[in-house]
């Protein structure tokens, strides 16, 4: 069986909107209901609906109905997705910054060539 890798782009575009930011922070801190969550925002029911919708899309919470209420949750294996990538960037440019540092500290000699 084949996994599809991680749609990065989608989960990046859905954690650039400060609304389903903050929808992520409230599911990583409780459950709430969908109502629950839209009753923090200044907007309507629907558009936080909308907002939750990309987030599922995105692998980033998932949703489950108990009762009357559908729950949001957070999907820990998407987070981690997205922590893994951010987690490689970060050695990247560690690496770099090091080794620009190296050379500030200690610039190769330089021949002068004076004719």
Same mark, same amino acid.
């Given at each position: 069986?084949?996994?599809?890798?991680?749609?990065?782009?989608?989960?990046?575009?859905?954690?650039?909107?400060?609304?389903?930011?903050?929808?992520?922070?409230?599911?990583?801190?409780?459950?709430?209901?969908?109502?629950?969550?839209?009753?923090?925002?200044?907007?309507?029911?629907?558009?936080?609906?909308?907002?939750?919708?990309? $987030?599922? &899309?995105?692998?980033?919470?998932?949703?489950? +109905? !108990?009762? *009357?209420?559908?729950?949001?949750?957070?999907? #820990?294996?998407?987070?981690?997705?997205?922590?893994?990538? $951010?987690? &490689?960037?970060?050695?990247?440019?560690?690496? +770099? !910054?090091? *080794?620009?540092?190296?050379?500030?500290?200690? #610039?190769?000699?330089?021949?002068?060539?004076?004719?």
């Amino acid at each position: 069986m084949q996994i599809a890798p991680p749609d990065f782009d989608r989960m990046f575009g859905a954690l650039a909107d400060p609304t389903r930011r903050d929808i992520v922070r409230r599911a990583v801190d409780s459950e709430e209901g969908v109502a629950e969550l839209a009753s923090h925002y200044p907007m309507s029911f629907a558009a936080v609906q909308k907002h939750i919708a990309i $987030l599922e &899309r995105a692998g980033l919470v998932t949703k489950e +109905r !108990i009762g *009357r209420r559908k729950i949001v949750r957070t999907n #820990p294996e998407g987070l981690r997705v997205v922590r893994r990538l $951010l987690d &490689r960037y970060e050695e990247l440019w560690r690496g +770099r !910054i090091d *080794r620009m540092t190296t050379l500030v500290a200690d #610039p190769p000699d330089r021949k002068e060539t004076d004719q």
